[in-house]
T-cell receptor, first 112, second 114 residues
Framework: DGGITQSPKYLFRKEGQNVTLSCEQN?????MYWYRQDPGQGLRLIYY???????QKGDIAEGYSVSREKKESFPLTVTSAQKNPTAFYLC???????????FGNGTRLTVT | GQQLNQSPQSMFIQEGEDVSMNCTSS?????WLWYKQEPGEGPVLLIA?????ELTSNGRLTAQFGITRKDSFLNISASIPSDVGIYFC??????????????FGQGTILTVHP
């Protein structure tokens, strides 16, 4: 079955450590996205990538970094510069422009 | 950036009741999407709307793209316990550098009592 796989489901880190969240898709979608979700808020865009080796900052990119070396993969690194990293992180992909986004099942990151 | 206001923030209803929620925007959107999210999962697409005035159904769900292109609503008829979840609207402005970028509402938390 085609889909988007995020791993791990739960992640715990100490403050000051960088951590990388994995996102893989086998849908052959061109575009991929990272969103952050906090309780009571909508999804906020961190980074997105339309093609391999290219990516753009979203609305809340500070403290995050990404890479897009392969079409299938779009890992997100939460750096120690992110002031409030504890959140639910969602990865999504999109087949073509203006088609709906398909989401993975998220990674819940807790930083203490 | 674009702002989306989704209301109500939460709803507590009895099984069998109808539900209505809506989103309004300060900007004109060319696409409206409605998603449902269950606890610990990613959002799942319910309905996609691409034309002003469009009315689309998906089972007991009906959504409309407002004529002004600044609003959309979602109705759920005859609610059942499995309708529980968070419902998000999302809108997209076409063209320019906003390829695929969606603006999300804050979500409506739906609780259905049996």
């Amino acid at each position: 079955d085609g889909g988007i796989t995020q791993s791990p489901k739960y992640l715990f880190r100490k403050e000051g450590q960088n951590v990388t969240l994995s996102c893989e898709q086998n849908l052959n979608h061109d575009a991929m996205y990272w969103y952050r979700q906090d309780p009571g808020q909508g999804l906020r865009l961190i980074y997105y990538s339309q093609i391999v080796n290219d990516f753009q900052k979203g609305d809340i990119a500070e403290g995050y970094s990404v890479s897009r070396e392969k079409k299938e993969s779009f890992p997100l690194t939460v750096t120690s510069a992110q002031k409030n990293p504890t959140a639910f992180y969602l990865c999504a992909s999109q087949r073509i422009y203006n088609s709906p986004l398909h989401f993975g099942n998220g990674t819940r990151l807790t930083v203490t | 950036g674009q702002q989306l206001n989704q209301s109500p923030q939460s709803m507590f209803i009895q099984e069998g009741e109808d539900v209505s929620m809506n989103c309004t925007s300060s900007s004109i959107f060319n696409t409206w999407l409605w998603y449902k999210q269950e606890p610990g999962e990613g959002p799942v697409l319910l309905i996609a709307l691409y034309k002003a005035g469009e009315l689309t159904s998906n089972g007991r769900l009906t959504a409309q793209f407002g004529i002004t292109r600044k609003d959309s609503f979602l109705n759920i008829s005859a609610s059942i316990p499995s309708d529980v979840g968070i419902y998000f609207c999302a809108g997209r402005v076409s063209g320019g550098t906003s390829y695929g970028k969606l603006t999300f509402g804050q979500g409506t938390i739906l609780t259905v009592h049996p």
